[in-house]
T-cell receptor, first 113, second 114 residues
Framework: QQQVKQSPQSLIVQKGGISIINCAYE??????FPWYQQFPGKGPALLIAIRPDVSEKKEGRFTISFNKSAKQFSLHIMDSQPGDSATYFCAATRYYGNNRLAFGKGNQVVVIP | DTEVTQTPKHLVMGMTNKKSLKCEQHMGHRAMYWYKQKAKKPPELMFVYSYEKLSINESVPSRFSPECPNSSLLNLHLHALQPEDSALYLC?????????????FGPGTRLTVL
């Protein structure tokens, strides 16, 4: 059972454009939502994370938007660059849990020059 | 230094072989993890060690045997694997097992079982 659903599966964006990846979750016990970025041949790396007490968090060109009532959150990559081409995984976990992450299926983003 | 190293980078083994994967970190982290990742899929948690003790085993078959000899090292012993076990095996570590403790992933070992 997929606890976190991620869409779209893949995305092609022009350089300078905005990449948007959406995730939805069912388990209302989840209260911490990290995003991971994975380049080919590398392990995932934490990109940005949010707790549901805020509706938005921004770090550089990366922004998470969170909608608690809809149980949805999304990653926006502003001014997308070819170096952002990677697979992005959303995840969810319990803030006071044991760091067990429920990952989405992943989204391959390709930024074309 | 936020590096988690894994050896070997690639491993090909037959179904009757015994092999081991090795993971090392020198960040003073007390939590270490093994994940399995199939192509175009998210990582799946296999085992968690906290302070060198196994704290989570996600119902992994006994042909995978983890070992944490000290706080810097994590091994995964492999025996009698099946072709469907072919995958990228990722090691990660974090300060402890709190959600605020970022998990740092290694580059993985690409395992092929013939």
């Amino acid at each position: 059972q997929q606890q976190v659903k991620q869409s779209p599966q893949s995305l092609i964006v022009q350089k300078g454009g905005i990449s948007i990846i959406n995730c939805a979750y069912e388990n209302t016990a989840f209260d911490y939502f990290p995003w991971y970025q994975q380049f080919p041949g590398k392990g995932p790396a934490l990109l940005i994370a949010i707790r549901p007490d805020v509706s938005e968090k921004k770090e550089g060109r990366f922004t998470i938007s969170f909608n608690k009532s809809a149980k949805q959150f999304s990653l926006h990559i502003m001014d997308s660059q070819p170096g952002d081409s990677a697979t992005y995984f959303c995840a969810a976990t319990r803030y006071y849990g044991n760091n067990r992450l429920a990952f989405g299926k992943g989204n391959q983003v390709v930024v074309i020059p | 230094d936020t590096e988690v190293t894994q050896t070997p980078k690639h491993l090909v083994m037959g179904m009757t072989n015994k092999k081991s994967l090795k993971c090392e970190q020198h960040m003073g982290h007390r939590a270490m993890y093994w994940y399995k990742q199939k192509a175009k899929k998210p990582p799946e948690l296999m085992f968690v060690y906290s302070y060198e003790k196994l704290s989570i085993n996600e119902s992994v078959p006994s042909r995978f045997s983890p070992e944490c000899p000290n706080s810097s090292l994590l091994n995964l012993h492999l025996h009698a694997l099946q072709p469907e076990d072919s995958a990228l095996y990722l090691c990660a570590s974090s300060q402890q097992t709190s959600v605020l403790d970022t998990q740092y992933f290694g580059p993985g070992t690409r395992l092929t079982v013939l």
